[in-house]
């Protein structure tokens, strides 16, 4: 059934804006709502409003393995930044990036990517860096950052957000529209509660990274990998016998960071030597809906999933898996990600997943372990070797299948994935406070 919206033409005095998208029901609503509370625009509340904007300067940008962390769109999440994967810039080209630097107590929005994510620039350790599609909010002294990302994460914040996408080439918000933004003035009593329930949630979402990390470091350590350095060599030497045999001849697939970590993982078994493949088929039926999992359904930062549902005449050709709950599921594109997930179990009813997964049936504490492992530079160095394509690189069934998984001592494994387990639970808190 059609949407549409009647308006005046005293509506449209000032409006640069005059297609129907922007006047749809739902923003006339929320218009409504704003205009019977005491509000004020971001720019009244901000000291700046500001982006890097100076694009012929990105071409200084060098991602090296250590030194000032850089910010992308895709490090932004509801509420926080996700520094799992951050890439870093020298001290050098931060000095001349030094307009689009990150400052503790500033508001990060996403005007790009998905577009409207807002954080708290929340204890920093040391300086950082943002892309030039992250527009930067310097609240006034007695606005809190925390209360304003969490309205500009809530229904009304994304509506604004929403109704001002512009899309030519690539979906995009201007800091124009971004500084007009209307927010609530409540009482301070509200404001506090709301900036404290904020705060709870960061601190919750601390420890729950805190756990995983300690997971991570104790199976690292238990391999005398804490300090590997998978530096990349410009050259190899290699027998004749060994290219035949892999099937290749490129100089990257002979790197000997990669012998260095298999010479480690002696007593190891391949992971089809663990787990079994779950290679259940859906029968879709084209007027059903279903719960569709895909490849960008996966946090590479934490491992958490999502789904979207999706009509089954709507699916994509490679949607077949069908999902009973509790599956390891393994992104076979772009694998060194580490997209590698954990189905809850509650999952059963008419879920399916992407033929670009490779998945498995686990229990736990495997589950758990294996996880860790594969989302560890153990896992990310045995799936980045095989990979094919430069743009879009991506392995096979095979491929994983054939990932050498390290046999630590049960009570060893066993600690481990707890501590992942209470890592995912702490998240889950997190995310319902």
Same mark, same amino acid.
């Given at each position: 059934?059609a949407?549409f919206?009647?308006?005046?033409?005293?509506?449209l005095e000032?409006?640069k804006r005059?297609d129907?998208?922007?006047?749809?029901?739902?923003?006339l609503?929320?218009?409504?709502?704003l205009d019977?509370?005491?509000t004020k625009t971001?720019?009244e509340?901000?000291?700046s409003v500001v982006?890097f904007?100076?694009?012929?300067?990105?071409s200084?940008?060098?991602w090296?393995d250590?030194g000032?962390?850089?910010?992308?769109v895709?490090?932004?999440?509801?509420?926080y930044?996700d520094?799992?994967?951050?890439?870093h810039?020298s001290?050098?080209?931060d000095?001349?990036?030094?307009?689009?630097?990150?400052?503790n107590?500033q508001?990060?929005?996403?005007?790009?990517?998905?577009?409207?994510?807002?954080?708290?620039?929340h204890?920093l350790p040391?300086?950082?860096n943002?892309?030039?599609a992250?527009?930067?909010?310097?609240?006034?002294?007695?606005?809190?950052?925390y209360?304003?990302?969490?309205?500009?994460n809530s229904?009304?914040g994304?509506?604004?957000t929403q109704?001002e996408?512009?899309s030519s080439?690539q979906?995009?918000i201007?800091l124009?529209?971004?500084?007009?933004?209307?927010?609530?003035l409540?009482?301070?009593?509200?404001?506090?509660a709301?900036?404290?329930?904020?705060?709870?949630?960061l601190?919750?979402l601390?420890h729950s990274q805190?756990l995983?990390?300690?997971?991570?470091?104790?199976?690292?350590?238990?391999?005398?990998l804490?300090?590997?350095?998978a530096?990349e060599d410009l050259?190899?030497?290699?027998?004749?016998s060994?290219i035949k045999?892999?099937?290749?001849?490129?100089?990257?697939?002979?790197?000997?960071k990669?012998?260095?970590l298999l010479?480690?993982l002696?007593q190891s078994k391949?992971?089809?030597g663990?787990?079994?493949?779950a290679?259940?088929?859906?029968?879709i039926i084209?007027?059903?809906?279903?719960s569709y999992?895909?490849i960008?359904?996966?946090?590479?930062g934490?491992?958490?999933v999502?789904?979207?549902?999706?009509?089954?005449?709507?699916?994509?050709?490679?949607?077949k898996?069908k999902i009973?709950g509790?599956?390891?599921l393994?992104s076979?594109?772009r694998p060194?990600?580490g997209?590698?997930?954990?189905?809850?179990?509650?999952?059963?009813?008419d879920f399916i997943a992407?033929?670009?997964?490779?998945?498995? +049936? %686990?229990?736990y504490p495997m589950g758990?372990? $294996?996880?860790i492992?594969?989302?560890s530079? &153990?896992? #990310?160095l045995?799936m *980045?070797r095989p990979?094919?394509?430069?743009?879009y690189p991506?392995i096979?069934?095979? +491929? %994983?299948?054939?990932?050498?998984?390290p046999? $630590?001592?049960?009570?060893?494994?066993?600690k &481990?994935? #707890?501590?992942v387990? *209470?890592?995912?639970?702490?998240?889950k808190k997190a995310k319902?406070l």
């Open positions: 059934m949407v919206s009647i308006i005046q033409k005293s509506q000032g409006a005059l129907a998208e922007y006047y749809q029901p739902e923003y609503d929320l218009e409504k709502k019977s509370i005491e971001i720019d509340l901000s000291k982006s904007g100076a694009y012929s300067l990105t200084y940008l060098e090296q250590s000032v962390p850089y910010v992308n895709g490090d932004i999440h509801e509420g930044i520094t799992s994967n951050i890439k810039i001290e050098k080209v000095e001349i990036l030094r307009k689009s630097r990150v400052n107590g508001v990060l929005l996403t005007m790009a990517g998905t577009i409207g994510n807002a954080a708290v620039a204890n040391r300086s950082m943002a892309n030039q992250i527009a930067k909010i310097t609240p006034i002294d007695d606005i809190s950052p209360y304003l990302v969490a309205f500009l229904k009304y994304q509506l604004q109704r996408i512009v080439v979906a995009n201007f124009g529209p971004i500084k007009k933004f209307r927010v609530p409540f009482d301070k009593a509200s404001a506090s709301i900036e404290n329930k904020y705060r709870d949630f601190k919750t601390e805190s995983y990390a300690q997971a991570e470091n104790l199976l690292l350590e238990q391999l005398g804490k300090d590997f350095k530096d050259y190899s030497i290699v027998n004749f060994e045999l892999a099937s290749r001849m490129d100089a990257e697939y002979f790197q000997p990669y012998e260095k010479e480690i002696k391949p992971l089809i663990l787990v079994k493949q290679k259940r088929r859906a029968e084209p007027q059903k809906e279903y999992i895909e960008s359904d996966v946090n590479a934490s491992g958490e999502t789904s979207n549902s999706v009509l089954g005449k709507e699916l994509p050709t490679n949607a898996i009973e509790g599956e390891l393994i076979k594109v060194t990600r997209a590698v997930t954990i189905i809850p179990m509650d999952w059963k009813k992407s033929g670009a997964f490779s998945v498995f +049936d %686990v229990s758990e372990y $294996l996880q492992v594969l989302r530079l &153990i896992g #990310k045995q *980045e990979t094919t394509g430069t743009s991506t096979t069934d095979a +491929d %994983v299948e054939h990932i050498l998984i046999i $630590l001592p049960e009570k060893m494994q066993q &481990i994935a #707890k501590l387990r *209470e890592s995912h639970e702490a998240r319902e």
